[in-house]
């Protein structure tokens, strides 16, 4: 059965944090796998961010916590790793992260964690420090117990179909998501892209490569030219101009959500026909397009109370 996640971001007001409580419970309600929270630059949004992941775990959904490392020293990050383990979070996405904004070009910005996979190390090694065995019972032997692993972490990884923007090859992509897995990780989520055999191609190339974890594709239903253009603004992806052109032609935003939804939702068709294992879908905080692309591919779990 093919799953799907959602991605939020943490609000940037009292009014923008009213709001997001009332789209984690429209998208709680459809039974995701998980609902992963980002976390800004250095750390700027980590009480932010930590209040959205604390609301998740009073819910009946798994949160995953983003982890940057871009500047961090090695006690800095064992610190938050340590707050965010002790909340009762045990899923991860782990990344590098970008240079702080008006980094000169040559400079080292990056601390003492030099990549993403060192900080899947880190946060593999603070959580066997916290919990490196448990004892369990014996069934038939009401006295006997047996030494168990202590409970493990999910700790996810970002992908690339496209390429990372500062990367000088495929070969240099597949080779960093190889160390990363190798790191321990074990889940991928891929940026965003507009072409499912994008993905497709990848994971192709991924899996002759080496890795064998999960790969979920990272999907954005973009429901206006504004947001296509803001989407490749931060990930540097081409544009898509076929779509860009149908959303700029539809002219009011009814007509622009429908072509947005419908593009998404032949995407995510194509994708999951084409062996992918569930769906990541970017919310830009809001729950309306996701459910509704859920809805016209048919994978989700429950109705919401407003679908029901």
Known sequence: ?????????????????????????????????FIS???????????????????????NVTPMAHLTCVGWTYEDATSVI????????????????????GTAEGTDFLGDLKSAGELVQLIHRVQNERAPYSQVDVPGFPSAKRISRGEQVTIAVAAFPNGHPRSRSVQQDLDTLLAKEAAGANLALTQLFFHAEEYLNFVVLA????????????????????????????????MPETLYARLVAAETPERQYAVGIAHATELASELLAGGAPGLHLYTHNKHEAVIDVLDAVGIRSTPTKEHA
Do not use: N
């Open 82 to 101: 340590r707050e965010f383990l002790s909340v009762g979070l045990t899923s991860f996405l782990a990344v590098r992260g970008d240079p702080p904004a």
């Open 37 to 59: 929270v980002t976390y800004g630059a250095s750390g700027s949004t980590r009480e932010s961010s930590l209040g959205v992941l604390r609301h998740l775990l009073t819910t």
């Open 1 to 33: 059965m093919s799953t799907y996640s959602f991605e939020m971001y943490p609000p940037r007001s009292a009014a923008a944090e009213l709001s997001l409580y009332g789209t984690i419970d429209r998208l709680v309600e459809t039974g995701p796998e």
């Open 207 to 238: 899996r002759e490569a080496g890795v064998t974890m999960r790969i979920l594709p990272g999907i954005m239903p973009v429901v206006s030219p504004a947001r296509v253009r803001r989407m490749i603004e931060l990930t540097e992806e081409k």
